[in-house]
């Protein structure tokens, strides 16, 4: 039974999925960094918001862990690349907290508009300072988007509403999309120039970090009221707040900082300065959203191998994982035969696929397939880190769907590019399920496939087949099947044999020594 920890307050709706899905399932939250670290490694998921950090650490001692999911959007708390690397998956929720994402940023527009936080405090404080908060419409006034995609148009949705003229800067988005939004594309300068309200909705990245930098604030229009519920590390801090302090800036609201969680910062007490602790996401809709939907992902890939919103891996739907099952298999086997007969560097993979196999997802074919071309240089080498593997190697890897007729009901070929020239193999499964080898290096055989192998290219020769069974014979190894193919009758010939006992070198050599023979070698499938 799949093993999932809890490290972070989320909603019980969870546990009880995990549960109800026959996945065991611990809540431990608040656990510092070495606790996490000793106890991981008995976890096959862990399900995380945003305070646990699954560093590379983490990660590097979690030897059992094959997914991480993110009860939310953000995933700067996790290294993605060292997740990828040790084959672990990472999946988010990216629209479970969106709307309640949007209405914090409606909600912190409004409360800068009006001075709310201040007034409140004042006003209990007994003070009734009427004539001291002199507030802002929304009405007509311009909300500058940076970031407009699932939170940033759902913003933008709400503010039209306000009747507020809305502008964008987002270098994705398409002139079609930002029409449909009903907002206006703009340069960031422009932005910069016309917003009386800017919010920000992307992620923290090399292009985003500090995109409100000192430089950028200058540009803004007296009076800006700035907003942040996206990332803390969008905005330059201590900028903001000699904007503030210098009165250029007439109010900022912001919900994350660069470092959270954040219980000091210059511009705690600073006029104008609105703050909620990391509550973007934080209403019990999206919570009850995004942990409903994270418990499921996990453990739809827990127990069917179907991927959903995974940031390192091709989606695969639940329903569609089972009907993929053999076609990985036979993928693997496929990758694993041409990675270990070929010598020469690899520099290319090519998919191709045919018959039933056409009709589906090829991705997780081809992430099996590299799986298995690669496993000859990787032991932790699988699905998920197979394409990330490949690129680093600079292995060029090509997909390509055949709608035509074929000789088999479904064919799934696989060929590998070296400097020596192409070289493939290609496997049907019978019946829908038993994976078959249907050609290597050009010859057609029809062998299945075993744990250990032996593969020999030979002369067809007569007496050749006596007498490789009477050497592995005085080696002490059964043959369990044999398989024959040839160019034509005299020509080259290729042997498949699956053998009961492991080959040992000696008994290789022996067999390299026999008349006709050209190459021998050991397969481990
Ligand atoms: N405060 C919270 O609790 C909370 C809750 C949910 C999401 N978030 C954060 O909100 C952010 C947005 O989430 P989303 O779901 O809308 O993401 P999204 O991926 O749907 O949208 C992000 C948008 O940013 C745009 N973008 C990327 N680089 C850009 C750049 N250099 N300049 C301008 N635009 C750029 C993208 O094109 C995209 O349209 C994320 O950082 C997420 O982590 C925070
Ligand atoms: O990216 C997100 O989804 C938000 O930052 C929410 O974070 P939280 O789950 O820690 O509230």
Known sequence: MPKVLISDKMSPKAPEIFRARGIEVHEKTGLSKDELAAIIGDYDGLAIRSSTKATAALIAAAKNLKVIGRAGIGVDNVDVPAASAAGVVVMNTPFGNSITTAEHAIALMFALARQLPEADASTQAGKWEKNRFMGVELTAKTLGLIGAGNIGSIVADRALGLKMKVIAYDPFLTPERAKDMGVEKVTLDDLLAKADFITLHTPLTDSTRNILSAEALAKTKKGVRIIN?????????????????????????????????????????????????????????????????????????????????????????????????????????????????????????????????????????????????????????????????????????????????????????????????????????????????????????????????????????????????????????????????????????????????????????????????????????
């Not at 298995?372 to 769907?401: C, H, K, Q, Y």
Request: aromatic fraction near 6%; charged fraction near 20%; proline fraction near 5%.
């Open 229 to 525: 519920c996206a990332r803390g590390g969008l905005i330059d801090e201590a900028a903001l707040k000699a904007g503030l302090d210098s009165g250029h800036i007439g109010g900022a609201a912001l919900d994350v900082f660069v470092e959270e969680p954040a219980t000091a910062s210059p511009l705690f007490g600073t006029p104008g300065f609105i703050s909620t602790p990391h509550l973007g996401a934080s209403t019990d809709e999206a919570q009850v959203n995004v942990a409903i939907q994270v418990a499921e992902q996990m453990a739809d890939f827990l127990l069917t191998g179907g991927v959903t919103n995974a940031l390192n891996m091709p989606s695969l739907s639940a329903e569609d994982a089972p009907k993929l099952r053999p076609y990985m298999a036979l993928a693997e086997k496929l990758g694993l035969i041409v990675g270990q007969l070929e010598t020469a560097e690899i520099r290319g993979v090519k998919v191709e696929v045919e018959g039933a196999a056409a009709q589906l997802n090829i991705k997780p074919i081809t992430g099996a397939v590299l799986a298995g071309v690669m496993r000859s240089f990787s032991d932790t080498v699988n699905m998920v880190n197979a394409p990330f593997l490949a690129r680093e190697r600079n292995i060029e890897v090509a997909e390509v769907r055949h709608e035509r007729d074929t000789d088999y009901q479904t064919l799934v070929r696989v060929t590998v590019r070296t400097p020596e020239g192409e070289r493939s193999v290609a496997g049907t499964l019978l019946g829908s399920q038993f994976p078959r080898l249907v050609e290597i290096f050009g010859i057609k055989v029809e062998a299945d496939f075993s744990e250990r192998m032996l593969f020999i290219i030979n002369e067809d020769k007569p007496g050749f087949i006596g007498r490789l069974g009477t050497t592995l014979g005085e080696a002490g190894v059964n043959i369990g099947t044999f398989h024959l193919g040839r160019r034509g009758a005299g020509a080259e010939a290729i042997l498949l044999l699956s053998v009961d006992q492991p080959i040992p070198e000696q008994l290789l050599w022996n067999v390299c020594r026999l008349p006709g023979v050209k190459t021998v070698k050991a397969l481990k499938l």
